[in-house]
Every structure is written in structure tokens, then in C-alpha cells.
């Protein structure tokens, strides 16, 4: 009986996750340039880092990391409609084609009455195998490294129809694409919620087109688009050859920064990481993000507020009672030509459990305090100084000293600075769990 009961189970699985969920799709109207590679596996540093100077030389607002931070959140965006079943929410970032499929798959899930309920997302990695500057189109290959729990709900009942009982690692491969000639939109397109045409905020008709100024921001020719989405493996990389950066042990990467900021400190560093781990486990806490917003990178943001969204609207409240920080260790620095990356692994202690909110009953987990690990990557643009004034973690903008106050994008609202991309001050760019941190980092850093 039991076996029968896991093999119904296993099938519900697979059915709810076979059916629209991570399918290929392709759009037709860029058939032009070669097909993708679907999973990432040799890539060629020198070429790629050639195509990414000859991509700035003719567009000099193009840069690397900025594309990176921007696909991301492109992922997050995207991946948030699918979850809440909002297929115009994801229109601006799809060419037609792919959106036509995505929201076909909305549509049936809607049919169905399945509603999906993905908890844990995490972006783990990002890698760029291809890099094309061609004559009719740019077009750059993202491979994203995931982890995530996959779950179902029937939307009648509320009922689960499907979990994948835990944690699991996957991959995607997305094709950002535009038109030979179109340039960086500097205010950030569609990403940061304007027409990449006349700038206004976004606000589209049925048909893709801006309000505003009737343009089509869906052709590639005012922006990067989504040309493909395709499932693929986990494997476990980095964009270092897409950045042209170096992988540094801790002491030669604090070096390495202090060179271009004589007033860093390592020890203040570190006692910023526990300010900022308290800040926001604070914050997840009460499930209101807004009190760490400041010292988020925009991915490591709508990672954790999808997380938080999910927990209200299940009445689930995680408690971390008694938390303490037992050691932050820093283990390595990504120096790259635009930013620094410090990982450092905090181990703590608590008591982890979760209550139902409209019952007060533990739900999960018990008063026993147990120590943990995470992975917290924190990221600054280099040659940033320190300068001992308030920044994000004191609720501050790091370029005009203003109150804390930012958009959906992270711009300050009274100085327009981009405040949680890291180029003024040190952001919170990703928290990994140690099963899925790389062994590049584990192992130590390779030398410089
Ligand atoms: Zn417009
Ligand atoms: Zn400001």
C-alpha cells in the first residue's frame, strides 16, 4: 500500500512538474544566430572576454556586471508572474514567441486549477558561456544555477497537490537578445520598471507597446529581451571569465581592496556582516524586509521578499529564538574590474521553528537550539572609499545622506543613485546554504 501510495505521489510530481513548467522555448524572430548551447560546458575566456570589449567599445554604457545584476532580476521578475499566475507581468521581458508559451503555460495552470507555491528559490550561480557582438544581433547566453522546492497547490482547496519534499538544485539557460545597434538603456528599461524608449513608467498595452510613446519594447530594438528560456542542469560556476575576475584568498582579496581604499578594515568589515546578519533575520522575522532593503543587492532581495510573501500568505511565522553568532569566517574575494565580492561563511546557533500565525501552534521545528552555517556574499563597487559615514546599514543613502528611500529598482528617490548595486557602498548580493556553495570556495581560494 505504501508503495502504491509513493508511486501516485511520484507521479503527481512529475505530471505537475512536467506539465508547462521549465519547457524550451525559442523565439523564431532571432533564428538568425547560431542555436544555444543548452547546458554550459567549455568556455572560452579570451573570445568571451574579446566579445565583451568589442560589445563596449561600440557601447560604451555596457557593462558586464550591469547586465549580470539586470538579467537576475529579469529572472526574478519573470519567475514571480509565472508564480503568481500573471502572464502580463512578464510580457515586457519576453520576445513575443517565448511569451506566447509562457502564458500559454499560465493559462492551462489556471485551467487546471493548479496553483504553484516554489518556496526557497535562490539563484546560486550565473554563467555566460557565449557572447555574440554579430551584424544583424547581440545576443548573450545566461546560464542560472537554482535551487528551489518545487510545490502545487490546488487553488480550490488550498490543498498541496505536489512537493518535492525538499531542496533541489536545477538549471536554466536564458538568451538575452537585441538588435545590432540598440544601446545600453542607462535608467534601466523595463528592469527598472520604465519604456527603455522614452523612459516613462512602464505601462504597456495588450500588445507590448508603451503607452506613452506607442514603441514595442518586446522587439530588441530599445532593450535586451528574452529570446529562449530552456531547462538545464545545475553546474555549479561562475561568471568569472564573463567579468574578467580573479578568485582571491581572503588576505590577498582585503589586500587587494585596501589597494584602491587605503581605509578599509578587514575587522570593521566583518563586524558590518554581523550588523547586517542580525538586521535582517530581524526583518525575516517580522516578514517585513523593508528595515534590510538597504543592504540588499535587488537579487538577494526579491529572493528573500518572494520567501516572506509565500510565509504570509500561508500564515506561516519563522521564529530563530535565542539567535547568536558563533563565527563569521571570511573565505575568499572575487576582485573584478567593476566590483569586489567578499564571501564569508557565519556560523550561528538558535532555535528554529514555525508558527501557524492564526493559531500560535508550532507548526515546524522545536526549542532546541541547534548551530547552523550560511554562505553571505557582499559585493561594492572597487575603488569605493570607506569613509566612516552612515551608509545602507544605518538607514542612510550612501550618496546624498538622505533617509533611506528607494524604488522598486533600489534608486534613492531624492538623488536617482542606483544605492543597492553596490557602487556606493557594500550590499548583501547572495546567502547560499553550505550544501550548495561551490568547491572553488569551500576548498579555499585559488592563488593569486
Ligand atoms: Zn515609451
Ligand atoms: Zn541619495
Known sequence: MVVIVGIVVYYLIKAAFSSGEKPHYESAQFDDSAAPAPVPKAVDPPLVAEVVAALHADDPDFEAETFLQRAEMTYF????????RDAPAMQP?????????????VQSLLAEHQKPAQIDLNVCGMQVPSVVHGTANDRIVVHFDLVSRERMLDDRTGKLIADAGDDRRSGETWVFSRKAGTKTVVSGGVVAAKCPNCGAPLSLDETAHCKHCNADVTTGEHNWIV????????VGTNADEFLGSQRLSPDAGFLAIAGSDPAF??????????TAFDALQTAWQARDL???RGFMSAGAYYARSAQV???????RKNVLEGLNIDSITPLGVMHGKVFDDVMVRIDATCAEYEIDDTTGKIIFGDKHPNPFAEY????RGVGV???????????QCPNCGAPFNVNAVGECTYCKATITSGKFDWVLSRIEQPENVVDYWTVGARAP
Open 376 to 379: 553571505w556574499t557582499f559585493q
Open 227 to 234: 529570446t529562449s528560456i530552456e531547462p538545464s542542469d545545475y
Open 290 to 292: 523593508d528595515a534590510a
Open 93 to 105: 521581458y519576453l520576445a513575443p514567441e517565448v511569451f506566447d508559451e509562457r502564458a500559454q503555460a
Open 385 to 395: 572609499a570607506t569613509t566612516g559615514k552612515a551608509g545602507t546599514l544605518e538607514k
Open 265 to 274: 578594515a578587514s575587522n570593521e568589515f566583518l563586524k558590518r556582516v554581523a
Open 309 to 315: 510573501d509565500q510565509l504570509k500568505e500561508e500564515h
Open 77 to 84: 521578475f519573470v519567475n514571480r508572474a509565472y508564480q503568481r
